[in-house]
């Protein structure tokens, strides 16, 4: 595709939706394209049919002549704003009703399951079979109006279920992970991440160092709040790099994707007196698991071989549905430039590493006066790291912040927070990078 389209209204092939089914009760990431399919219950359905189609659009599920599939619905069809009637006429309404008097015991229904695969046979839609359901209940008009509400909408997303064409953005996508795989990307909340990007001052025209070990979430928010101006740089302490799969979903275009480069910290540190030294000090207290770094310049080279084989093969089929590939080796002008003037922010995302050995390391190549933030999932780590840069003399006006969100229901005559959520959402510790001695000689 284009690169035109990756920034347009309409859904193209090969783009990254996030799929919001039955308002929320599952997220779901997907790529369109011709063989991509979504299960819904025990059904496959096609995403044929979401390619084109304007992001914010609904789909239903329709009973076809040979299986079910995906519809678009108009805007005509939702039943915007019924709930709520319902609810304000109990409100005020002169016979109020309660559910003491209701017993459940599977003989309210008359309706069989045989008559609702009869139904589905004839070409009924899902609505006709959930206003069937209502109507040959015994006890549907006994329940309160928040009752038959709730019992309307737990059958419509049985019998009728409802696909949301929703655009990625770093919003839904942290929450998505938040709800699935919290600890791929560390149980970092929307609010922390949303943080974690003003206390580290990121802005137009910035160039971020980031260590990201949570997937690439850092990393694509920074790209995105960056939109297409400055440069985020994903430093990798060893040869192997941080994998990024998550930048992909978001669905950047050319400008924004070469704006997102990679480097190792030697590459950093080798261009600076006694960088060889700390390098090999910060590899000792690495993972197990890192290669050599005798090795890094012909894996860069690698590298920088399969990249412009990938652009190339990307540039010789403009109708490919793979992403655009972003993450790629620092160009020597750029380490160049960054060893002179040093980068504007620094943001630390690392569980499993010593955010305390990560810091001295990492924050000798930003320029002075320089904004960072290290988010971390408990508090010690982040406290005795703020203890030794208080007594080191590195930085000023330090804090450790700890988010707090809390989601509330809004309905009529039922304004609650929510019954089950996450009151946690991990610590960041900010401050500002000061002029040393000990900085002079770097």
């Given at each position: 595709m284009e690169d035109s389209n990756r920034s347009s209204r309409l859904t193209w092939e090969g783009c990254s939706v996030l799929l919001d089914i039955n308002d929320g009760e599952r997220l779901v990431f997907a790529r369109l394209s011709a063989?991509?399919?979504?299960?819904?219950?025990?059904?496959?359905?096609s995403l044929q049919p979401l390619v084109g189609c304007p992001f914010g659009s609904l789909f239903r599920v329709e009973n076809g002549k040979d299986k079910p599939y995906l519809s678009r619905a108009l805007p005509t069809e939702e039943r915007g704003g019924e709930g709520n009637d319902i609810e304000e006429k109990n409100v005020?309404?002169?016979?109020?009703?309660?559910?003491?008097?209701l017993v459940d015991n599977n003989t309210a229904q008359s309706l069989t399951g045989d008559d609702i695969d009869e139904m589905r046979s004839q070409g009924a839609t899902g609505d006709q079979i959930v206003e069937a359901l209502i109507a040959n209940s015994t006890t549907f008009e006994k329940k309160t109006s928040f009752s038959q509400e709730k019992y309307r909408l737990r059958k419509q997303k049985k019998y009728a279920p409802k696909v949301l064409v929703r655009?990625?953005?770093?919003r839904s996508i942290c929450d998505a992970y938040f709800r699935k795989y919290p600890a791929k990307i560390g149980c970092l909340r929307s609010d922390a991440l949303?943080?974690?990007?003003?206390?580290?001052?990121?802005?137009?025209?910035s160039d971020v160092l980031v260590l990201d070990m949570v997937g690439g979430m850092v990393t694509g928010a920074v790209a995105e709040r960056l939109?297409?101006?400055g440069y985020v740089c994903n430093v990798n302490l060893g040869v192997t790099p941080y994998p990024?799969?998550?930048?992909?979903?978001?669905?950047?275009n050319n400008d924004i994707c070469k704006r997102i480069v990679r480097c190792c910290l030697n590459d950093l540190c080798s261009r600076q007196n006694g960088g060889d030294a700390q390098v090999q000090n910060m590899q000792a207290t690495d993972s197990a698991n890192e290669l050599d770094v005798v090795d890094e310049e012909a894996s860069l080279k690698e590298n920088r071989t399969s990249d412009d084989a990938l652009s190339k093969t990307a540039n010789r089929d403009p109708t490919t549905c793979k992403p655009i590939k972003a993450g790629e080796v620092a160009s020597e002008e750029l380490i160049n430039s960054w060893k002179e003037k040093g980068f504007s922010s620094l943001i630390i995302a690392a569980q499993e590493l010593d955010v305390g050995s990560l810091i001295q390391k990492l924050?000798?190549?930003?320029?002075?006066?320089?904004?960072?933030?290290?988010?971390?999932?408990?508090?010690?780590?982040l406290a005795a790291c703020m203890h030794n840069l208080q007594r080191e003399k590195m930085a000023i006006g330090m804090q450790i912040s700890e988010p707090w969100l809390r989601e509330y229901q809004v309905l009529p005559s039922r304004t609650h927070p929510h019954m089950q959520m996450s009151a946690f959402g991990g610590y960041i510790l900010s401050g500002t990078k000061i002029c040393t001695s000990e900085s002079n000689v770097q």
């Open positions: 063989a991509a399919t979504l299960k819904i219950g025990k059904t496959n359905f005020t309404g002169e016979e109020p009703k309660d559910n003491r008097a655009r990625p953005f770093v949303s943080l974690l990007l003003s206390m580290a001052n990121v802005t137009a025209y939109g297409g101006t990024m799969d998550i930048v992909r979903i978001f669905n950047f924050l000798p190549h930003l320029s002075y006066s320089a904004s960072f933030a290290i988010y971390h999932q408990y508090l010690q780590p």
